[in-house]
């Protein structure tokens, strides 16, 4: 299958199976006219976070990696009342996109982006416990990132991370791409821990082959 096929796949079920949503919508256009990457989660991978985000019953959600604030906006469109989710951003132009588009999706009530390198604002949450997490970030520090979703989880908790099959480069363990390593080394503290159970799928799709792992703490 080409990944023209996988696209038509999506496109498929997306248009089956999603409400047309504006909200998402703008904040994709708005990303594209701030001329942020495209690398924000697939609507349907987008629908996939906030479906488990409600299967979970989330009500306090954190994320590493805002970009311009889509997948922040699934996850909170999950979330109850009183829920929060707190979103760590490293480019100033990228939290201020997603400032607006948060805004513009009524959830700034609900979504705080705090900017700088995740490693730095990671501490000021120390005392915080989450019950969802999603890792979207630099992938070369992973092993950093689910040391804090560790520290910052309680049972149950589920901690989903992306981009961890890069086209199937993940299994080479003779990589130099710090990434790959980032990757690996992330999937060998997974598979150390015992508080810890997980598995990986791997996603074809609008944004090619990839995947997630997806993992959550013992009662
Ligand atoms: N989760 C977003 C979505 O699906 O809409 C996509 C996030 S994008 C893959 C990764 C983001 O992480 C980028 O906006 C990048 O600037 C940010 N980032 C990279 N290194 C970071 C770091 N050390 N701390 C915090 N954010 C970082």
Redesign the pocket.
């Known amino acids: 299958m080409t990944k023209k096929g996988w696209q038509e796949v999506d496109h498929y079920f997306t248009t089956k199976l999603h409400n047309q949503d504006e909200v998402m919508e703008a904040a994709i256009k708005a990303n594209e006219e701030a001329e942020?990457?495209s690398?924000?989660?697939a609507p349907n991978?987008?629908k996939m976070l906030h479906l488990l985000a409600k299967m979970k019953g989330a009500k306090h959600i954190l994320?590493?990696?805002?970009?311009?604030?889509?997948?922040?906006i699934w996850m909170a469109k999950a979330l109850p009342e009183n829920g929060t989710l707190i979103t760590?951003?490293?480019?100033e132009k990228?939290a201020e996109v997603a400032r607006k588009n948060i805004k513009l999706a009524g959830l700034d009530n609900k979504i705080e982006v705090l900017v700088?390198?995740?490693?730095d604002?990671l501490p000021s949450l120390k005392d915080k416990k989450f019950d969802f997490i999603?890792i979207?970030?630099?992938k070369k520090?992973n092993p950093h990132y689910i040391k804090w979703a560790f520290e910052l989880s309680k049972p149950g908790t589920v901690i989903i991370t992306?981009?961890v099959v890069r086209g199937g480069k993940v299994t080479d363990a003779a990589s130099e791409d710090e990434n790959i390593k980032g990757i690996r080394e992330f999937v060998d503290l997974l598979s150390e821990n015992e508080r810890i159970d997980s598995t990986a799928i791997q996603t074809v799709g609008t944004k090619g082959y990839d995947g997630f792992v997806i993992s959550i703490v013992k009662e």
């Open positions: 942020l990457p690398i924000d989660v991978q987008g994320e590493i990696g805002t970009l311009g604030g889509y997948s922040s760590l951003e490293y480019s990228h700088g390198a995740a490693l604002t999603f979207d970030a630099d520090n992306d981009n």
